[in-house]
């Protein structure tokens, strides 16, 4: 299957979905290996890669965007609603 | 390809043209009139328009460089300088600072010569001089370390921080490794990455110029804006699936790869520093290329998410899209597609690209916004209303 998210870091925890997947749809890793979406992840948009538990770093770009509110699943959407951040967003 | 070595035009100083352009610089609007006749006259200038020069003070010094690093760019074999005579922004300052670098240089004053008509007639003759002069150089064979690359990204998008940014960071560690120099600039993009650009600052001293000057970006939005402030900073990014201000910066920021910075330049000034430099400058991209253009750089990698086809007057601008859909919408306006790592293309693989079409404009074909003749205006930063 052809990846359809991209890790732009070796070291990120979240890859950015290339187009939507539905909860329950295949996320495909670009090196292989695939797994579960337990959620909608939209165009753009951030899955996680692994468990991240309350408090972890949440990495992208090799570096911090923010940390994990409470339990992220592997294959969970992370955005605003779970990760808080430094320099808030409107 | 042969990738150590560069073709340019050496100049007195030993700086590396890419471009062989006479440039036309009037130093306050009222000039523009009699730079644009010289413009279009002597074909091989390229006259520098901009509303600026006067009714100011605070930021007099600051166009002042910039204006005459224009004229000392690289890119420029000679400078004829028009000004008024009355105007704040004084042309034989401009024009000195120009003759440091040997290069041919004149300046005219409207109000001594007697007028538009008279000033262009002189403007003329010593213009035919010095495009004659500059069409008898020849490229010769230079060090890739004579580069200087400015970085800029105008119309980011969703993808703009995984497909090309990230391409051209790869591009910039590329010639920093060289021995060249690769310029980051547009202080708002950075805002919310200070932790992050000061660990890789080569001094804690440009480290601390790092924090202050994105600090100080923040603060003047925010002092500006109010609470429309965030929508600057974040202009509808979550949608994207942007969900913090680092993450969005980190998307821009990444087009200046992961070597340390070696430090902080002024908006107008130069680096005296080779590697990779941070210049103090806005995000307004017109603006910013200008400070590019100042600090010597001779060429422009710009990413673009949404599509814009801006270039600069005397710097080839090359136009990386993020997104296949953008390059196929705007193919006249775009040089490299990083839209095709989307596609499965590795990060690598476009910057190879990249690189290799940098050797070629480097080395004399056109980049796309120069064929479209999208050099524009001279937009020069100023923080301060005139008065």
């Known amino acids: ?90 | 390809m042969k990738r150590d070595t560069v073709q340019g035009y050496v100049r007195p100083d030993g700086s590396i043209g890419i471009r062989n352009y006479v440039a036309v610089i009037p130093t306050v609007a009222c000039a523009n009139g009699v730079a644009d006749m010289i413009g279009r006259e002597v074909k091989g200038t390229v006259p520098l328009l901009h509303g600026h020069g006067c009714g100011r003070a605070l930021e007099i010094g600051m166009q002042t460089n910039t204006l005459a690093g224009l004229g000392k760019n690289p890119n420029v074999s000679g400078a004829i300088v028009i000004g008024l005579g009355c105007e704040t922004i004084s042309a034989e300052a401009v024009a000195s600072e120009i003759a440091k670098t040997l290069k041919p240089v004149e300046f005219f004053l409207i109000q001594n010569e007697g007028g538009s008509r008279k000033t262009a007639v002189k403007g003329i003759r010593s213009a035919k001089k010095m495009v004659d002069d500059a069409s008898g150089m020849k490229r010769v064979e230079c060090p890739l370390e004579s580069i200087t690359m400015g970085l800029e990204c105008g119309g980011s998008d969703a993808f703009s921080g995984v497909t090309a940014n990230p391409a051209v960071g790869l591009v910039s560690d590329w010639l920093v490794d060289a021995g060249g120099t690769v310029i980051l600039t547009e202080n708002t993009e950075m805002i919310g990455t200070s932790h992050i650009l000061s660990k890789r600052a080569k001094t804690p001293e440009v480290g601390q110029r790092i924090v202050q000057i994105i600090e100080t970006a923040e603060k003047r939005t925010k002092d500006i804006l109010g609470p429309l402030a965030s929508y600057v900073i974040a202009p509808g990014n979550m949608d994207g699936g942007m969900s913090s201000i680092q993450e969005k910066s980190l998307g821009c920021i990444c087009k200046a790869g992961s070597r340390p910075i070696n430090g902080v330049v002024e908006y107008g000034r130069n680096p005296n520093d080779k590697g990779l430099v941070i210049l103090d400058g806005p995000g307004y991209d017109m603006e910013s290329m200008a400070g590019l253009g100042a600090a010597g750089c001779q060429l422009i990698i710009f990413t673009t998410g949404r599509g814009t086809p801006a270039g600069f007057p005397i710097i080839p601008v090359i136009k990386v899209s993020s997104t296949t859909r953008l390059f196929l919408a705007m193919e006249d306006d775009i040089d490299v597609n990083a839209g095709a790592v989307l596609e499965g293309v590795t990060l690598e693989r476009i910057a190879e690209e990249i690189i290799d079409l940098s050797i070629d404009v480097i080395n004399g074909r056109k980049s796309k916004a120069e064929l479209n003749r999208q050099g524009g205006i001279l937009c020069l930063y100023a923080a301060t209303p005139a008065f």
């Open chain 1, 1 to 90: 299957m052809k990846p359809n998210v991209i890790i732009i870091n070796t070291q990120d925890n979240v890859a950015v979905a290339l187009e939507d997947i539905p909860e329950g749809g295949i996320v495909t890793l670009p090196g292989g290996g695939e797994f579960t979406a337990l959620e909608r992840i939209p165009y753009s948009h951030k899955v996680a890669l692994t468990d991240i538990k309350p408090g972890m770093a949440v990495h992208k770009y090799g570096e911090t965007i923010g940390y994990a509110l409470g339990d992220i699943k592997k294959g969970a959407w992370v955005h605003t609603h779970n990760l808080t951040i430094d320099g808030v967003m409107v």
